[in-house]
């Protein structure tokens, strides 16, 4: 194999496959990075951590054809380290990768392409259309909801919930908080979730990513496989089988309580306090009278802070505490001016909505002394 | 280097609190007390004068000063004066300790260059204590605790009383027996029939004679009628881990044995824990084999815990990831990583951990009630390992 290739554009896909390789694996290849030249014009590079698959394709120029795994990493820092624009990559006697640019030369150690994880990107299924921006912003605003480990209350996944009469619900749920954003199903009209279906953490982290750039994305589900196919890229993620939680059951349906607040000034009040929490003292105390909240936080290790918003309210005196953390999380995904907290009492969660994000909801379980 | 310890001691502290709130009742005898028991709490120094005492039921006490302003007990106010005094004293020396709401133990040793000579470092004291609090205190300093608490009473309310070393033996010429620590009523009995009055008294008998007598506290009598005392000052500090950890009688491999003992310990900590409404996030299993090698693993869970069955199953799942190549002499488990401040609440509930959080109250009301053996956790011995 022998290619001479742009260096930025080498960099580019190697960027995107790194965070598929798997940084901690007993398995060797798994850390490596495929690359196949066949084409005359174009290389493909691939990843797998046997669970999320990447492939892409990028224009070369191919002398020889032939095929190469290697340290996606090592590859990656070798080749941004050049000042060069063009590079030249070229198998050796040895099972050595020379990566040739300028007066510089290096060899990476390779492991046979054969015994790379055979790849399934599900080709012959049905791929349908969807709207890449709105997936994006779906997947971007519920991500933090997603926890990173899974224990036994939460699922480390994304729920795709197709709901009643025609609505398609992105539910993130990590035991402490929930947080949805419903699109209309049409927006994704041949996908045809008939159940919800659960993807991992990481895979939806590489959706976002992939969708970064992309505004022409297709969708399909396959054997329990979501596949995500944007031109030039194709990217396979094994769903989660497991069982998402009953989350509608622990909304309050009625919440009496409410009060209105800019967005803005008490996302800056909450950054104020959270000066004076810590891993171990997280909370923000609520305190609501007639016509303010009151916030405070602090520890007897580092201080105390508090600070007063005014808002229109007049029922009855009512104190709560939340993890600022997640609050601010939910007012980092709400994209609207005026937002909503709404409640019922302090055992139930503590609702956050946006009057100009209708689609997006959350809710955050408060904390107790 | 001759030790030198301060004891300080509130003057009439909840009654001169309420009048520091209450001005109007400056000069008036004020009893506190009455919502608990039925008894005195404190008594205002003008109380204390028609008789009123601490512990007396309060009927007796309206009796002997019905003008008397009865007060009930703000224990939360007492807390917060209590602790402002606190804090001037964490200024005088790292070694501070309370030993009551208003009464503390401060080790001055070789504070001189900081704070001048005693006297100066008493007037100091009174005067940040009253700045702060208004309230004012009796200091007494000696060479050990028995003696600065003894000083701290000779000149109440308000004064301050040096005990050097070459007084010690005046002192205790005259002091009588009851007022030392540890003499209780049937001591000072004994000791009536024996015709003592004063600390010097006791010296006329042999230690032999008193260990004979009084078993072990024989020994601590003979000495403070020397002038002897302890004279550490341990400052409090809330601590930081809870184990338990047991030595076999003889070494042993059995797997059902170490889960037993286990089983025990997990419940002994969960209790400790229980008891001082803490929870802990890291739990450490502490393992010494014959050969005397000591190996600790720990764990930290996502939640904090005073679970006894969740220490007991992390404990285990630590155990059995431990290869045992030998006999193992010593098992312990701790649990560390205190969580502070609030608990967040779940979306969905724990029923498994609600239910052994019932099971853990229920138990800790048994043993308090009758004892640690009247009831035994019997199927979490048997529980397979996984």
Redesign the interface.
């Known amino acids: 194999m022998k290619i001479q290739m742009e260096t930025a554009l080498l960099t580019g896909v190697l960027q995107k496959v790194l965070s598929i390789t798997e940084k901690k694996t007993n398995i060797p290849i798994l850390s490596n990075t495929l690359i196949k030249a066949t084409d005359h014009n174009a290389i493909e590079v691939s990843a797998t951590d046997l669970e999320i698959s990447l492939r892409t394709e990028v224009g070369a120029q191919i002398e020889s054809p032939g095929t190469a795994t290697v340290s996606a990493r090592k590859l990656l820092e070798v080749v941004r380290e050049l000042p060069y624009e063009r590079i030249i990559l070229e198998d050796q006697p040895g099972g050595k990768l020379q990566v040739h640019a300028g007066r510089a030369r290096f060899e990476l150690q390779t492991i046979p392409a054969e015994d790379f994880p055979y790849l399934n990107f599900h080709e012959g299924s049905e791929f349908s259309r969807c709207d890449a921006s709105l997936l994006r912003k779906s997947l971007s605003k519920t991500l933090y909801g997603v926890p990173t480990?899974e224990?036994?209350?939460s699922v480390a996944g994304l729920y795709w919930h197709p709901v009643e009469p025609d609505g398609l619900r992105f539910v993130s749920?990590d035991?402490?908080?929930?947080a949805y954003f419903q699109v209309p199903v049409e927006s994704f009209p041949d996908l045809r979730l008939t159940k919800g279906i659960i993807v991992p953490r990481k895979g939806v982290q590489e959706i976002i990513r992939i969708l970064e750039k992309e505004s022409e994305a297709s969708l399909s589900i396959d054997e329990n496989c979501l596949i995500l196919k944007t031109p030039g890229t194709v990217l396979s993620i094994q769903l989660l089988d497991a069982e998402f939680?009953e989350?509608q059951v622990?909304i309050p349906e009625e919440r009496p309580f409410s009060l209105e607040l800019d967005r803005d000034a008490f996302f800056s009040a909450l950054k104020r306090m959270a000066v004076l929490t810590d891993n171990?003292?997280?909370?923000v105390r609520f305190s609501v009278k007639e016509n303010v909240l009151r916030l405070e936080a602090g520890?007897p290790e580092i201080g105390n802070a508090d600070d007063v918003l005014d808002v229109e309210y007049q029922g009855e005196e009512f104190t709560i505490?939340f993890?600022v953390r997640y609050v601010m999380d939910s007012m980092q995904s709400i994209e609207s001016e005026k937002i909503r907290f709404e409640w019922l009492d302090t055992?139930h969660?503590g609702v956050f909505v946006g009057q100009d994000d209708p689609d997006y909801f959350s809710?955050v379980?408060?904390?107790?002394? | 280097m001759v030790r030198r310890i301060l004891h300080i001691d509130m003057d009439a502290f909840y009654a001169s609190v309420e009048q520091v709130d209450h001005p109007e009742l400056v000069g008036k005898p004020v009893v506190i007390g009455g919502s608990q028991r039925g008894v005195v709490a404190a008594a205002s120094y003008e109380a204390r004068k028609f008789g009123v005492r601490s512990a007396m039921p309060i009927f007796e006490a309206r009796r002997l000063c019905p003008d008397g302003v009865f007060l009930p007990v703000r224990r939360q106010r007492y807390q917060e004066a209590s602790h402002q005094v606190m804090q001037v004293l964490d200024a005088v020396s790292p070694l501070v300790e309370q030993v009551s709401i208003d009464e503390a133990f401060i080790d001055i040793t070789g504070t001189k260059s900081l704070h001048g000579p005693e006297t100066a470092l008493i007037k100091k004291i009174k005067e940040a204590i009253k700045h702060r609090t208004c309230l004012t205190c009796t200091i007494g300093i000696a060479p050990n605790r028995f003696l600065a608490k003894i000083a701290s009473e000779m000149n109440k309310p308000d004064g301050w009383t040096i005990i050097n070393g070459e007084d010690v033996a005046a002192l205790l010429q005259n002091l009588p027996i009851n007022k030392i620590p540890g003499i209780g009523p049937k001591t000072a009995q004994v000791m009536k029939e024996l015709g003592i009055r004063t600390a010097v008294d006791v010296l006329r008998f042999s230690q032999e004679f008193w260990v004979k007598r009084l078993g072990k506290g024989g020994v601590d009598l003979y000495e403070r009628a020397h002038g002897i005392g302890p004279t550490a000052v341990i400052p409090h500090r809330a601590p930081k881990s809870c184990s338990a950890e047991d030595t076999f009688a003889a070494d042993t491999g059995d797997m059902e044995k170490l889960k037993k003992w286990l089983v025990c310990q997990a419940e002994e900590v969960g209790r400790d824990l229980r008891k001082h409404r803490v929870k802990g996030k890291t739990i450490t299993l502490k393992v010494k084999f014959a050969s005397f090698k000591t190996m600790t693993r720990s764990t930290t869970l996502?939640k904090a815990t005073h679970s006894t069955r969740i220490i007991y199953d992390t404990a285990l799942k630590l155990l059995l990831a431990l290869k045992l190549t030998e006999k193992v002499r010593l098992i312990g488990v701790g649990v560390s990583n205190f969580?502070?401040?609030?608990?967040?609440?779940?979306?969905?509930p724990?029923t498994f951990l609600h239910k052994q959080e019932d099971l853990d109250r229920a138990l800790d009301r048994i043993h308090n009630k009758f004892g640690c053996e009247a009831i035994l956790r019997g199927r979490i011995g048997e529980i397979e390992s996984d």
Do not use: K, T
């Open positions: 480990d224990d036994h209350f749920c035991g402490h908080r929930l939680p989350y622990i171990r003292w997280r909370h520890n505490a993890n055992f969660g809710l379980m408060p904390m107790i002394v | 996502p969580a502070v401040g609030m608990e967040q609440r779940s979306l969905f724990n």
